[in-house]
C-alpha cells in the first residue's frame, strides 16, 4: 500500500526566508507522480506543483520547487523567499502507478499535512 | 467556468439522517473523486468515477454511495448518518489521462456535522 509521511505538524519561518517542508513516501510502483497542495485557512485545495518519478529534472514552478530525491524517497517542497500569504497547510500526495487498473483515475494519498506560519 | 462546485456548503445532520452532497464540474473532465477530511489529517479518497457510466471504491467507502449522473455531475449520499463522518468533504475533477498525470481541480468543500 502506498503512504505519505510528513512528519512536521508545524512550521514557523520568517518572512523573505526560504522554507523546505519535507515528504517521505512509500510505494512498490516503479512509475508514481508526486503533487503538493496548498489549503488556506479559507479551506480550498490549491495545487503548486508536480514530479513524476520518471522526470529526471526537479519540477520548478514559481517560488515552489521540488526536491526529488529517489533513492531515499522522499520529495521535499521548497518554497523561496517567504511570504505572509504562504501561510496554509500544505499537503503532500501521491499519485498510484498508471495501469488499466486505474481506467485513467488520478486517485490520490495524501500526507498529514504541515502548517506553515509565516511570521512578519 | 465555475470549475468544481459542490452543494451544501454547511450541513448538519442527526444521526440516522440521509443526504445527498452535490457535485459539478464545468471543465469537461472525465475523473471524478469525492474525498474526506478529518481534523488535523490530509485527505482520504472515498470513491471515484474514473468515466461517466463507471464508479469504484477509494480507502474508506463504508456509509456512503455514489452516483455519476452524467460527465458533469457526481453525488455523494450517506443513507444513515453516523457522528463518525462529520467531516469536510470535498469533490474533485481531473482529466482522464493513461499515460501521464494531472492535476486534481477540487471544490470549495461541505463542511457536515452529525450530531
Known amino acids: 500500500a502506498q503512504k505519505i509521511t510528513q512528519t512536521q505538524p508545524g512550521m514557523f519561518v520568517q518572512e523573505k526566508e526560504a522554507v523546505t517542508l519535507d515528504c517521505t513516501y512509500d510505494?512498490?510502483?516503479?512509475?508514481?507522480?508526486l503533487f503538493w497542495y496548498k489549503q488556506p485557512s479559507s479551506g480550498e485545495m490549491i495545487f503548486l506543483i508536480y514530479?513524476?518519478?520518471?522526470?529526471?529534472q526537479n519540477a520548478t514552478e514559481g517560488r515552489y520547487s521540488l526536491n526529488f530525491q529517489k533513492a531515499r524517497k522522499s520529495a521535499n517542497l521548497v518554497i523561496s523567499a517567504s511570504q505572509l500569504g504562504d501561510s496554509a497547510m500544505y499537503f503532500c500526495a501521491m499519485r498510484e502507478g498508471l495501469s488499466a487498473r486505474s481506467q485513467g483515475a488520478q486517485k490520490l494519498v495524501f500526507g498529514q499535512g504541515t502548517r506553515l506560519t509565516i511570521n512578519p | 467556468n465555475a470549475g468544481v462546485t459542490q452543494t451544501p456548503k454547511f450541513q448538519v445532520l442527526k444521526t440516522g439522517q440521509s443526504m445527498t452532497l452535490q457535485c459539478a464540474q464545468d471543465?469537461?473532465?472525465?475523473?471524478m473523486y469525492w474525498y474526506r477530511q478529518d481534523p488535523g489529517m490530509g485527505l482520504r479518497l472515498i470513491y471515484y468515477?474514473?468515466?461517466?457510466?463507471?464508479?469504484d471504491k477509494g480507502e474508506v467507502p463504508n456509509g456512503y454511495n455514489v452516483s455519476r449522473l452524467n460527465k458533469r455531475e457526481f453525488s455523494l449520499r450517506l443513507e444513515s448518518a453516523a457522528p463518525s463522518q462529520t467531516s469536510v468533504y470535498f469533490c474533485a475533477s481531473s482529466v482522464r489521462q493513461i499515460l501521464t498525470y494531472n492535476e486534481q481541480f477540487f471544490g470549495p468543500g461541505t463542511r457536515l456535522t452529525v450530531l
Open positions: 471543465m469537461n473532465h472525465n475523473s
Open positions: 514530479q513524476g518519478s520518471y522526470d529526471e
Open positions: 468515477s474514473a468515466s461517466e457510466g463507471t464508479t
Open positions: 510505494t512498490s510502483d516503479q512509475s508514481y507522480g
